[in-house]
């Protein structure tokens, strides 16, 4: 997943309102020098009247330059607004990096199916993708509209027929479910696929 997701958790935390990106704050501390064409010289020439007036910065990205006319101030309150997005930024990064999301991702559909491939995991390993499946319902799946879950064997299992509602009822309910697999049952080498194919079999299924 991108750190940000989408333009909304910008406008929640103020970062597009505050206009911090580099083009904004130059726009705000100083001009651009410009270009015109000059005929009798027959290319184009760049204004030079303020080399020497001002502190100028060279944009590495298209080379522009401009000239800073701002007050210590005003840079120093740019300075502050920068370091309060850094900040807000770190706990973005600590949330999705933390808990179900550090495994699964941020789960942004609303009707989803988790298909469950255990393979030949060691009973160890097999409860610890039941924790870390436990956890990804309880913690993302309760947040969003259906969900289903499908086993991969040779007999395939399906939790539900299609997808269910999501409420604190059916989530306890697949938790339960899960935890009452059995740790070893006969696998194919279709087996997978065919419960891929199965998930989306469902129309309703987003991912």
Same mark, same amino acid.
């Given at each position: 997943q991108s750190l940000v997701s989408s333009s909304k958790w910008l406008q929640?935390?103020?970062? =597009?309102?505050?206009?911090? %990106?580099? %083009?904004?704050?130059? %726009?705000?501390?100083?001009?651009?020098?410009?270009?015109?064409?000059?005929?009798?010289?027959?290319?184009?020439?760049? %204004?030079?009247?303020?080399?020497?007036?001002?502190?100028?910065? =060279?944009?590495?990205?298209?080379?522009?330059?401009?000239?800073?006319?701002? =007050? =210590?101030?005003?840079?120093?309150?740019?300075?502050?607004?920068?370091?309060g997005a850094i900040e807000l930024y770190k706990q973005r990064m600590e949330w999705l990096t933390s808990e179900s999301r550090q495994i699964f991702g941020v789960i942004q559909e609303q009707c989803i199916v988790i298909v469950l491939d255990f393979g030949i995991a060691a009973p160890t390993e097999f409860d610890l993708c039941r924790d870390a499946l436990s956890m990804v319902l309880v913690e993302q799946v309760i947040q969003i509209a259906r969900f289903n879950l499908i086993r991969a064997a040779q007999d395939l299992m399906k939790w539900q027929q299609k997808c269910t509602p999501v409420s604190e009822h059916t989530v306890k309910s697949a938790v339960t479910w899960l935890w009452k697999l059995d740790h070893m049952t006969a696998v194919s080498h279709t087996s997978s696929a065919e419960a891929l194919l199965e998930a989306m079999g469902d129309e309703a299924v987003s991912s």
């Open positions: 929640r935390y103020g970062l =597009k309102r505050n206009k911090l %990106s580099l %083009s904004q704050i130059l %726009s705000q501390i100083g001009f651009q020098r410009r270009k015109d064409y000059v005929t009798t010289l027959g290319k184009p020439v760049a %204004s030079r009247y303020a080399d020497g007036l001002f502190p100028q910065y =060279k944009r590495a990205q298209d080379g522009s330059v401009h000239n800073l006319t701002a =007050k =210590k101030e005003l840079i120093l309150h740019f300075v502050d607004c920068l370091m």
